[in-house]
């Protein structure tokens, strides 16, 4: 895997909002394949950093690749570098004036240019495999929130993406629908989908996790493998936040 | 309004409230004096010729209307709010008729020329509404969208255009076009300036409305059609448009149930519309309060239709999402 060209690679980004330095000198190399959990406390930059993978945010300095393409301000077809990156929102972002079906089959035929026909089978083979193909046909807000976020999850893998970002999707869930979600997740990781995700379930890191990167105060202040990073954390900070959220 | 779950005894029920108002009444009909009006004839037995019966017959007849007001009221009270919405409604009609009818007005005048006020003015002031609420919608549109955009030009020419048009009166931008068009060489007939004026200044109200629309649609919707790689025009059209309809629809039943009465002023320019015909027609005899009145209860009604127009396609897009 090491000869691999990366997927996604980082280097030297810094990002300020205003005064405040959001990113601090990230660099990061992410493979095929590869599964990243990214932790942190709030504000520690985590969401932004998933963000500017597929340039929803704009960094100032540094470099991003993604998918063999330099992400910048003057870069042209940004769209179709986005159609190869599937993105979970932490509010899921469904279309409400949609039907689950009409949310899924949305990208394929309206960017993809797949017939309609084709882009529905799809999209009903992607909500079979997020376990709700009986609710092609109903609104969003008639969904429960874990039902949605799999159908967000569904839209986004009706577009074939290269990779995979998930900006803290069960972080808005009622308790009992973290793990309908987590369990889908961990599907389409043991499916071999590139995965970066920031979240909070350490359970779901520690089982799916080929890295996981810890961040604080917009630096990437460790990151290892998950036995390692749970049993044998090297700094301090990750330490006391492992303290915090295991207790 | 969002009603709390405890009910308040009713006011009316409150000995207090009932006297205050009484009295309240009372000056208020001694102070407009009807002794001299039907109200003292009914009352000739009891304060003898009205108009010789002073203190005591003014003040006999704001009694007597005083009690009638204040009973009324008190009879209404106890029934159910659909029912004393209908009645207050039914009561407050026969006072406007009542008062349309004190003109002694003449029916048959109005009978031999409604006719021709609805066919030829109602149709009128139909047509120049609609067309111009279509042409008003799709620069709203547009203006809306220069006026959200980053491009300098787009943003300086519609902001300019909505201060110019929201800030002129519209008698006066419609003599700018009709009378100012021909002298740069432009002649434009009537009806086509009166929609022209129409459809730029409600143009102009109507991108703050769908401004504010689209305005309103959560960043989250452009981020998720970003994210699957939506271009902007698709965004607006597919995602972001569909979804400010409904909030942009009933401000916009509002602008064309008022653009429909401001096509009045066309009338000025000559337009057959309702109102010019209103002022016309019964010049000649002298006889305007007839067709003014017309006139009114058509707006009225049409008003009305229009409004359970509006409140069905509400409903509607309410069920929708």
Redesign the interface.
Known sequence: MKNEKPVISLKGVNKWYGDFQALKDINLEINPKEKIVICGPSGSGKSTLIRCL?R?EAHQEGQIHVTGNELHERMQGV?????D???V?Q?F?????LTVLENCM??PN??RGIDKNEAKERALSMLKHVKIPEQADK?P?QLSGGQQQRVAIA??LC?QPKVMLFDEPTSALDPEMVSEVLDTMIDLANSGMTMICVTHEMGFARQVADRIIFMDGGEIVEQNTPEEFFNNPQNDRTKNFLNQILS | MFVDTVIEDKALHKPVFLIGLSIAVLIFFFVLNFTNTLFGEFLRPVIGEPEQSGFFGRFTVSFVLTILFVLNLFVISFFKLKVQILIVWIQLLFLFLAFAYSFDLKMSFIQNRIWLMISRGLFTTIYISAVSIVIASVIAIVGAIAKLSNNGFAYAIASFYTSLFRGLPLLLQLFLIYKGLPQLGFVVDAVPAAITALSLCYGAYMTEIFRAGIQSIPRGQWEASRALGFKFSLTMRKIILPQSIPIIIPPTGNQFIAMLKDSSLASVLGVWELMYLARTLGQRDFRHMEMLITAAMIYWILTIVLEIIQARIEKKYQQKT
């Open positions: 597929n929803l769209d179709i570098v986005r159609q990156i599937g993105m929102f509010s972002n469904l279309f409400p004036h949305a990208g309206w960017v609104y807000e839209r986004s577009m």
